[in-house]
């Protein structure tokens, strides 16, 4: 078996990684993809930076000792915490490790017209300041506003019902957002391209939303082809899921986002 034949790992701490993959499945269509939702230790964006470690730890160590040719860590939270610690693991192994936020905060500084850009994130991602750090090391002057969402990516993971009340809490997080006349906003949480719509109404339509997916997936495809490792030979390559959490629960959700079927390709681990 050649590396390019491995399959790329991704993971999240639920189905909010989803959004990353939907853009890989598109993009790389004949690549095979492992996808590992840890759901029985859901939410992560409440933890602190320690416990993040060590969770995402053990997840890369899980999809390493799986064989996979890249990880790619599609969520915001473990990459604040533990994207170099991931970094390293992964270098250890002669495994890239593609994450998130940098990718976001560079289309960020790009697109935005009046230099006001805000980060709508879970708190473990606020409170460690890697959108503030990652923009600033951009050196563009911009006047970052970031709010901490702690509800929002639980109502997504639950499976929204998006009620009056889901809006109420909305309404609460794009308030300051409004305030600060941004015009360009990072979902800062892999989960929240699932509410965009919503987001997009409150703030108008011409505040731009950024999220992760285009830009993981093009920065997947620029490391393979770097490595000579692009799955080139076939139409359409395998996805498969790992679920620490209830796995009917995770398809369900998890075939409303992804609009392709989970069902009979999901498996219950313990990590
Ligand atoms: N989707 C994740 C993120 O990007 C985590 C959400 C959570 O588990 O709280 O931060």
Do not use: W
């Not at 939270?77 to 990718?103: K, Q, Y």
């Not at 911009?142 to 309404?171: H, K, N, S, Y």
């Not at 996805?239 to 986002?257: A, I, K, N, P, Q």
């Amino acid at each position: 078996m050649t590396r390019s034949s491995l399959p790329i790992g991704v993971f999240d701490s639920g189905v909010g990684g989803l959004t990353v993959l939907h853009e890989c499945l598109i993009s790389l269509p004949a690549e095979d993809f492992i996808y590992l939702g840890d759901s029985g230790h859901f939410p992560y964006g409440t933890k602190t930076a320690e416990e993040l470690r060590d969770r995402a730890s053990r997840i890369a160590a899980e999809m390493l000792g799986r064989g996979v040719k890249m990880l790619v860590i599609a969520c915001n939270s473990a990459t604040a915490a533990a994207g170099d610690e991931i970094r390293s693991l992964g270098s250890d192994a002669g495994v890239p490790v593609v994450t998130v936020v940098g990718p976001e905060a560079e289309i960020a500084a790009s697109i935005s017209a009046n230099g006001r850009v805000g980060v709508l994130a879970t708190p473990a991602t606020v409170e460690s300041g890697a959108y503030h750090h990652a923009l600033e090391a951009i050196g563009k002057p911009l006047t970052v506003t970031e709010v901490a969402a702690p509800d929002l990516a639980p109502i997504i993971q639950e499976g929204p019902t998006f009620d009056e009340e889901v809006l109420d809490t909305v309404r609460g997080y794009c308030e300051p957002l409004r305030q600060a006349d941004i015009d360009t906003l990072i979902l800062g949480c892999t989960h929240y391209p699932l509410v965009a719509p919503m987001l997009q109404r409150m703030l108008g339509r011409d505040v731009s939303l950024v999220t992760a997916g285009h830009a993981i997936a093009a920065a997947i495809q620029r490391e393979l082809v770097g490595r000579g490792e692009l799955s080139e030979d076939r139409v359409e390559g395998d996805y498969r899921f790992l679920v620490t959490g209830d796995v009917d629960s995770f398809v369900e959700v998890g075939t409303r986002f992804l609009q392709l079927p989970l069902a009979g390709r999901a498996e219950r681990i313990d990590v």
